[in-house]
T-cell receptor, first 108, second 111 residues
Framework: RKEVEQDPGPFNVPEGATVAFNCTYSNSASQSFFWYRQDCRKEPKLLMSVYSSGNEDGRFTAQLNRASQYISLLIRDSKLSDSATYLC?????????FGTGTRLQVFP | DGGITQSPKYLFRKEGQNVTLSCEQNLNHDAMYWYRQDPGQGLRLIYYSQIVNDFQKGDIAEGYSVSREKKESFPLTVTSAQKNPTAFYLCATDEGRQPQHFGDGTRLSIL
């Protein structure tokens, strides 16, 4: 079983839609959780950290469920510029473990 | 302008050749990392360094070597022993606590 698993997608959604991605992790000792965004042929960039209490940054909401070992990312009012691959990342003993990413394509 | 600079952006390797990828940072971060990304796969850790003159192997270190003689610099050498070097190579840094920040990457291909 992979340490971090994501649905590769693609998720094709119209502008203005709400879309949610889930990510599961296998090691209950995982310590920190992040979502990164990666545009085609570019480096990953930190989108947001994920806290147990859940956190929101504008149109983006991230949640962590430690009991079920998954994290989620919700994007409201999707924009064309949200089209990218979203990487789920967890830390374990100070090392980052990356999911393979979920591709989002927002169309007009 | 603070950041992480990787060079070159594109690199081609001939059979039996060693090539070196540069990573320089002016963020004053202690920790530096090298990752490899293949299509459809997550980033995989090659080597990392938490402090000058010290580094550790990651999950896929075979066929690679690094040095950390200066805090600012963490070059990665892809040796001829790495039989499948074609990938996107990413350098990252952090302050000893996550999250990490990435350079804009080097694409390596075989001639």
């Amino acid at each position: 079983r992979k340490e971090v698993e994501q649905d590769p997608g693609p998720f094709n959604v119209p502008e203005g839609a709400t879309v949610a991605f889930n990510c599961t992790y296998s090691n209950s000792a995982s310590q920190s959780f992040f979502w990164y965004r990666q545009d085609c042929r570019k480096e990953p960039k930190l989108l947001m950290s994920v806290y147990s209490s859940g956190n929101e940054d504008g149109r983006f909401t991230a949640q962590l469920n430690r009991a079920s070992q998954y994290i989620s990312l919700l994007i409201r009012d999707s924009k064309l510029s949200d089209s990218a691959t979203y990487l789920c990342v967890v830390t374990l003993t100070d090392k980052l473990i990356f999911g393979t990413g979920t591709r989002l394509q927002v169309f007009p | 302008d603070g950041g992480i600079t990787q060079s070159p952006k594109y690199l081609f390797r001939k059979e039996g050749q060693n090539v070196t990828l540069s990573c320089e940072q002016n963020l004053n971060h202690d920790a530096m990392y090298w990752y490899r990304q293949d299509p459809g796969q997550g980033l995989r850790l090659i080597y990392y360094s938490q402090i000058v003159n010290d580094f550790q192997k990651g999950d896929i270190a075979e066929g690679y070597s690094v040095s950390r003689e200066k805090k600012e610099s963490f070059p990665l050498t892809v040796t001829s022993a790495q039989k499948n070097p074609t990938a996107f190579y990413l350098c990252a840094t952090d302050e000893g606590r996550q999250p990490q920040h990435f350079g804009d990457g080097t694409r390596l291909s075989i001639l």
